[in-house]
Structure formats: structure tokens, C-alpha cells
């Protein structure tokens, strides 16, 4: 967000007075927080290059690339891949599913309509009242065209995507419908009538946050500690080229530092490319993931607690070694999941 709003500011004026070694630095860092931010690094990108005012701006083609380049010359010799495969490994996979689609279309509107309802309907009068905006440039708000195509651009990505929304997938749409909504307002007849309205909804928006949102987010920040836990078991107990098979690499994997097997395909390629074929459940039950090595250990989590225990994965033996209770998985999924380490045993020929 810090970074988006970096981006608004030093891109909202007129060409000759653009901060565009900052815009480019912003846009540049936005795709390694979230990697979605490329798309919006090529919208503004595209709109310079139609823009004779802005096509030579060294300045931002130097700042949006060197912190991409930076990072490419340690993740592809890392994971083999500039930025992880986010969408493909948050979608849905074997197709468009037509009740997740509807489920997602919900889910989006709801996040709109409890983040920033009257800014988001100023957002979308905008548009009615001048679709242009998306191509039209604007001599005083250079970066408009670009910022109003994004706020479309990524929601139809992820619903064509079939992505499964949650919240922190719009942190960095939901700022920009904000200042362009509550810029559609304020040109409103009676402004200050509809400023007061917004800072009553920002009012109902912090104290949702503070009574919901922020237990829930704290509950599961403490109770993460458990997989920590599994991960520094596995730094403290294991040889350093175990390879461990998880679906939640990120807090495992650093606090293990041990080679991860990403069975959500978040970084694995050939993870996603299967999951293309089957199903997510059969790539675990069927030990489909074992055709991209033969894991040490298993990091599963479900609900009722370690129910691989004995179980037999291809000609491995799941043995549990550690259960850890983690709170919720967010405000969509609110009851408690366990975290189960198995030792993944091979058994005699």
C-alpha cells in the first residue's frame, strides 16, 4: 500500500512535474510485495510509450527496472522464475468453475462494499459518466488513464483467473478506487455533505477493523508461532539437504531452512502444471507429488488433526512427529486447522 501510494502521489500531476525516478522506484518494488503489481507497472509503462511528453523519461525506465533486475539475478538461479506463480497457484485449477465464479463476484463486492462503500460507488458514477477515462489523458493528473484501468484490470484478472479472493489480494486496488472515488464525489453538488459522509464510513471501516478484523488477525498471528515451531524442529533435527513436502512454505521454510517441495505450486512450476490434470486432493492422496522428489518429511494441515498418521503415501509411511493448532486461516475461514509434521518413512521392498 506504502508503495502504491508512493506511485499515486509522484504520477498524479501533469507530465512536466512528475517524480519519475520515485514513480518508477515504486512501481519497480510493487510486483516483488505483490506480484500482480506487474500489471499495473505495465499499464503505466504502456501509457508512456503513447505519450510523446513521456516517452524518453529515463529517469523512471531506470527506477522501475533496476530493482526487478536486481531480484532476478538471485531468483532465477533460486526457483527458476522472476516472480512466483501467484494466480495460477491461488485459481482454481481444471477450468472455470461457474459457482466458485459467482462465489468470487460476491466476495468482491463485499470487500467493496464493507471497505470503502460511497468511494466505490463514486469510483463506478466515474465511469458510467465517462468511460473515456480509461484511454483519455488528463492534462492535470497524468497517471489517471492508467490508475482507472487498473482498478478494472485486476478484479476481471482474478475472475477470469478464477482466483479465490481474499482481502489482502485488493490492498493495492482498493487505495486507488478510494482516490478516484472520493474525487468523483467531492464534484459532486453539496461536496462537503459527501465528505462528511465518507469520514463517517472510514469512522464504521477502523472500528469494523478494530473489533473483527484485528482479533481474528491476532489470533492468528500468536497461534503461527506453531508452524515456526515445526520449522525450527526441522532446522534442529535434520541434515541439511532434507527436502520437506508443504503446502505453506513461507514461515516454514524460513524458520526450517530446509529445502521445500511447494506442493501449492506458489514456486514450483511442475506442481501447477499437474494441478492442471487432477485435482488438489489427489495430488496428496495419490502421491502425485512424489514425481518431483521423495520428501523427508510432510507438512499437512487439516481440521481434525493428524490424519495421515499410518497412512501410506506411494512406498512412504507418514509417521507424525509434532501437531501444532493454528487459530484460523482468516475472517473467511475463522475455525481452527492443525498443523501436522510427518516423517515420511520408506517402507521394504
Given at each position: 500500500v506504502l508503495l502504491l501510494v508512493i506511485a499515486l502521489e509522484a504520477g498524479r500531476r501533469s507530465a512536466d512535474q512528475v517524480a519519475w525516478t520515485r514513480l518508477g522506484i515504486a512501481l519497480g518494488l510493487l510486483p516483488l510485495v505483490r506480484p500482480e503489481g506487474i500489471l499495473l507497472l505495465g499499464l503505466v509503462g504502456l501509457l508512456m510509450l503513447v505519450d510523446g511528453r513521456t516517452r524518453r523519461r529515463t529517469a523512471f525506465w531506470i527506477g522501475a527496472a533496476a530493482p526487478l533486475l536486481v531480484w532476478s539475478s538471485f531468483a532465477v538461479p533460486y526457483f527458476g522464475a522472476v516472480l512466483p506463480a501467484t494466480l495460477q497457484a491461488k485459481s482454481t485449477p481444471l477450468g472455470l468453475v461457474p459457482s466458485r465464479f459467482l462465489a468470487n463476484v460476491i466476495t468482491l463486492g463485499a470487500l467493496y462494499a464493507v471497505a470503502l462503500a460511497l468511494p466505490a460507488l463514486?469510483?463506478?458514477?466515474?465511469?458510467v459518466r465517462r468511460p473515456a477515462r480509461l484511454w483519455a489523458r488528463d492534462r492535470e493528473d497524468w497517471i489517471a488513464p492508467a490508475m482507472w484501468s487498473w482498478t478494472i484490470a485486476l478484479p476481471v484478472v482474478y475472475l477470469v483467473r478464477d482466483v479465490q479472493v481474499v482481502s489482502r489480494y485488493l490492498e493495492i486496488v482498493l487505495p486507488?478506487?478510494?482516490?478516484?472515488?472520493?474525487?468523483?464525489?467531492?464534484?459532486?453538488?453539496?461536496?462537503?455533505?459527501?465528505?462528511?459522509?465518507?469520514?463517517?464510513?472510514i469512522t464504521g471501516v477502523l472500528l469494523f477493523t478494530t473489533l473483527r478484523v484485528m482479533p481474528s488477525a491476532n489470533g492468528f498471528g500468536r497461534s503461527l508461532q506453531g508452524i515456526v515451531e515445526i520449522g525450527e524442529w526441522l532446522r534442529n533435527n535434520t541434515a541439511a539437504g532434507t527436502l520437506v513436502a508443504a503446502y505453506d512454505i513461507g514461515a516454514l521454510g524460513y524458520a526450517s531452512d530446509r529445502r521445500v517441495l511447494d506442493l501449492g505450486g506458489l514456486v514450483h512450476a511442475g506442481i501447477n502444471d499437474l494441478r492442471n490434470e487432477v485435482a488438489d486432493s489427489e495430488i496428496l492422496a495419490e502421491a502425485r507429488f512424489l514425481e518431483f522428489g521423495t520428501p523427508d518429511f510432510l507438512v499437512d494441515r487439516d481440521p481434525a488433526g493428524p490424519v495421515l498418521e499410518g497412512r501410506q503415501l506411494g512406498r512412504l509411511r507418514c509417521e507424525a512427529v509434532m501437531t501444532r493448532r493454528v487459530e484460523n486461516l482468516g475472517l473467511t475461514r475463522p475455525e481452527p486447522v492443525h498443523y501436522t509434521l510427518y516423517r515420511l518413512v520408506p517402507l521394504p521392498r
Open positions: 463514486g469510483w463506478f458514477a466515474g465511469l486507488v478506487v478510494l482516490v478516484l472515488g472520493v474525487g468523483e464525489l467531492t464534484r459532486l453538488p453539496r461536496p462537503r455533505l459527501w465528505q462528511a459522509l465518507v469520514a463517517v464510513e
